[in-house]
């Protein structure tokens, strides 16, 4: 049973660009998560969503931030026109929908995006 | 303040035990976790004790859970150096919002 899958791992972007980041959740998880880690930073929570719904987007900066989780592929975090304080590792979990056989709402992470703004 | 608080730094000695201790604030905290993040790599879920529950042993891992005081610890027994990482500890609520809130992170280090 494969784990969360992040791609790319590192990802390299000059000013004004834009960053696309990939997570594919875990077999059988339909809800994933968005988390950015700043150097020396604990994790802060961006985004939550399921399939083809957003329902948490309290972390998330009010411009240039997107994210999505259609109905078929991986969730996408979308950054436009880059900046250096954007660079970051961002760390996707995935987790069983609430109130499945077992569920703990645990959330299992994915190895990263390391995103670097030149 | 933050919601989940963490030294930021512990060293022991190989073979030593070592004991990361955390606090939170939300009362209504349903589950709290451990997890480890080793250099350049995600979190790995270590593991987790529902708030109902005061000790959960796995392996050299011993959770302690005080309630009343809003206190977690995680001890390692026969601390190895691949036990060199960062902790997190996190809580959540399943009755509300179950985003987990993180805390900043302890880094251990294991030296000979």
Same mark, same amino acid.
């Given at each position: 049973? /494969?784990?969360?899958?992040?791609?790319p791992?590192?990802l390299?972007?000059?000013?004004g660009?834009?960053?696309? $980041?990939?997570? +594919?959740p875990?077999?059988?998880?339909?809800?994933? &998560?968005? &988390?950015?880690? $700043?150097?020396?930073?604990? $994790?802060?929570?961006?985004? &939550?969503?399921?399939?083809?719904?957003?329902?948490?987007?309290?972390?998330?900066?009010?411009?240039?931030f !997107?994210?999505?989780?259609?109905?078929?592929?991986?969730?996408?975090?979308?950054i436009?026109?880059?900046?250096?304080?954007? +660079? /970051? /590792?961002y760390?996707? /979990?995935? !987790?069983?929908?609430?109130?499945?056989?077992?569920?703990?709402?645990?959330? &299992?992470?994915?190895?990263g995006?390391? $995103?670097?703004?030149? | 303040?933050?919601d989940?608080?963490?030294?930021? *730094?512990?060293?022991?000695?190989?073979?030593?035990?070592?004991?990361?201790n955390?606090?939170?604030?939300d009362?209504?905290?349903?589950?709290?976790?451990?997890? @480890?993040? #080793?250099?350049?790599?995600?979190?790995?879920?270590?593991?987790?004790i *529902?708030?109902?529950?005061d000790?959960?042993?796995?392996?050299?891992?011993?959770?302690?859970?005080? @309630? @009343?005081? @809003?206190?977690?610890?995680?001890?390692?027994?026969?601390?190895?150096?691949?036990?060199s990482?960062i902790?997190?500890?996190? #809580?959540? *609520?399943?009755?509300?919002?179950?985003?987990?809130? *993180?805390g900043?992170?302890?880094?251990?280090i294991?030296?000979?």
């Open positions: 049973n /494969a784990g969360v899958m992040q791609n791992r590192h390299v972007r000059r000013r660009q834009e960053a696309r $980041l990939r997570c +594919s875990m077999k059988g998880h339909s809800h994933v &998560y968005w &988390y950015r880690q $700043l150097p020396e930073e604990g $994790l802060k929570f961006m985004v &939550y969503l399921q399939k083809e719904n957003i329902i948490d987007e309290s972390g998330m900066p009010k411009e240039r !997107s994210a999505e989780f259609p109905k078929e592929g991986p969730s996408i975090l979308r436009q026109q880059v900046v250096r304080g954007d +660079s /970051a /590792a760390f996707c /979990a995935s !987790s069983r929908p609430r109130g499945a056989m077992g569920s703990t709402d645990t959330q &299992y992470f994915g190895p995006t390391r $995103l670097t703004v030149l | 303040g933050e989940v608080e963490q030294s930021l *730094f512990l060293s022991v000695r190989e073979g030593d035990s070592s004991v990361i955390c606090t939170y604030t009362s209504s905290s349903t589950y709290l976790y451990w997890y @480890k993040q #080793e250099p350049g790599a995600g979190l790995q879920l270590l593991t987790y *529902f708030s109902n529950m000790m959960k042993q796995d392996q050299r891992l011993t959770v302690l859970l005080n @309630k @009343k005081d @809003k206190h977690l610890s995680l001890r390692i027994a026969d601390t190895q150096t691949g036990d990482a902790y997190f500890c996190a #809580e959540s *609520f399943s009755g509300g919002s179950y985003i987990p809130t *993180f900043r992170g302890t880094s251990l294991v030296h000979p």
